[in-house]
């Protein structure tokens, strides 16, 4: 009998250990309608504030390079708002749109300092009968002046579409433009002074790569650091592999694990010594691991998933949190991918979940 209780009272300690798993001591942002930026505490995964945002609901969030503030575009793709993370409040909105001509913008990168964005906008003018639509512009878009400081031509005189990716160098000197090939501006003049051809393969017998370089605050500034397919032009097989990607000398590194599979999120745990990904289609929803120390394919393990979802890991690595599509963020352990529990909002969410570490 004393054995059998002893025992059970291992399991409620392992249980209660097991629920004791927190994300650490940061703080997690997400966009939600109506109209707010929700503040969660990793620690005590409660909302412990809100940025009101002034236009109505945030669509898509993008961090500055110092982390001081959000740039917040909302739903409609018409207003951007300037949200100062440390005073919980918006200190700035704008819109390009006037009278009938409406200037939907699809893309918004910040300079390190925060003196002006670069704008991909997509220009719609109603007529009386019709919406004319205009080619997208490359804009640089001045924050203390509130104007349009240039348009910036596109590479090769050749627009592009609304999947065309941007980052400004760390030091501000470069903007970078992602497409078929890495165009590189000077951001003085904003003329081309170079241009790394990825659509070559980085290899012989190997296909291309297509990069993109999303939000990742465990990612070192200048660097990517994800999961790539390219073709075995020889063996004519799909492989998957890691790439990390150094743009300001031009390299990549990339090694092979294994038969490609389609991944829809990939997020670097910090210190960037492991990843992790999701596998997802109707009925199967995988968590998928990535050692990066050692170069190596991690397990992956099946769990309940959502339709839409969007992958973070928290701010000491060991919980990963399942968001998008609805008003509740699930958290599972890292290590064993086992459901923790649930954080649910009072909205929901309509942009990007950021995982802001503490001080």
């Known amino acids: 009998m004393r054995t059998l209780t002893l025992l059970m009272l291992a399991v409620a300690a392992g249980a209660s250990g097991a629920d004791k798993i927190t994300g650490g001591n940061g703080l997690l942002y997400v966009g939600g309608r109506p109209n707010g930026l929700f503040i969660v505490d990793e620690a005590s995964e409660k909302i412990v504030g809100q940025i009101e945002c002034k236009t109505g609901s945030p669509g898509h969030m993008v961090l500055s390079p110092d982390r001081k503030r959000f740039y917040v575009l909302n739903v409609s793709f018409e207003d951007v708002e300037i949200a100062d993370i440390a005073s919980r409040q918006v200190i700035d909105t704008f819109r390009l749109s006037e009278g009938n001509k409406k200037m939907r913008i699809f893309g918004l990168e910040p300079d390190p300092l925060n003196r002006y964005l670069i704008l991909i906008v997509k220009p719609a003018t109603k007529l009386a009968d019709r919406f004319e639509i205009g080619p997208s512009v490359l804009y640089q878009y001045d924050l203390k002046e509130h104007k349009i400081l240039r348009t910036i031509p596109w590479p090769g005189g050749e627009e592009r579409g609304f999947g065309m990716g941007m980052r400004i160098s760390p030091d501000g000197k470069l903007l970078y433009l992602f497409d078929e090939d890495i165009v590189v501006y000077d951001t003085t003049d904003f003329k081309q002074v170079d241009k790394w051809e990825i659509s070559r393969p980085i290899e012989d017998g190997f296909g291309r790569i297509h990069l993109s370089f999303p939000d990742d605050l465990n990612e070192e500034p200048g660097f990517y650091t994800g999961v790539f397919n390219v073709q075995d032009a020889v063996q004519h097989r799909s492989i998957m592999g890691i790439a990390r990607v150094n743009l300001a000398k031009?390299?990549?590194?990339?090694?092979?694990?294994?038969?490609?599979?389609?991944?829809?999120?990939?997020?670097?745990?910090?210190?960037?010594?492991?990843?992790?990904?999701?596998?997802?289609?109707?009925?199967?929803?995988?968590?998928?691991?990535?050692?990066?120390?050692?170069?190596?394919?991690?397990?992956?393990?099946?769990?309940?998933?959502?339709?839409?979802?969007?992958?973070?890991?928290?701010?000491?690595?060991?919980?990963?949190?399942?968001?998008?599509?609805?008003?509740?963020?699930?958290?599972?352990?890292?290590?064993?991918?086992?459901?923790?529990?649930?954080?649910?909002l009072d909205a929901d969410m309509t942009s990007d979940l950021y995982v802001m570490p503490a001080p």
């Open 250 to 344: 031009k390299d990549v590194d990339f090694y092979p694990l294994g038969p490609a599979t389609e991944l829809r999120s990939f997020a670097l745990a910090p210190g960037r010594k492991m990843a992790y990904g999701l596998h997802s289609e109707i009925g199967k929803y995988e968590f998928w691991t990535f050692d990066l120390a050692d170069r190596r394919l991690g397990p992956h393990t099946e769990f309940k998933g959502r339709p839409r979802m969007g992958l973070k890991v928290s701010s000491n690595g060991k919980v990963l949190y399942i968001h998008v599509a609805g008003n509740t963020i699930d958290l599972y352990d890292s290590a064993t991918f086992q459901y923790l529990r649930t954080i649910s």
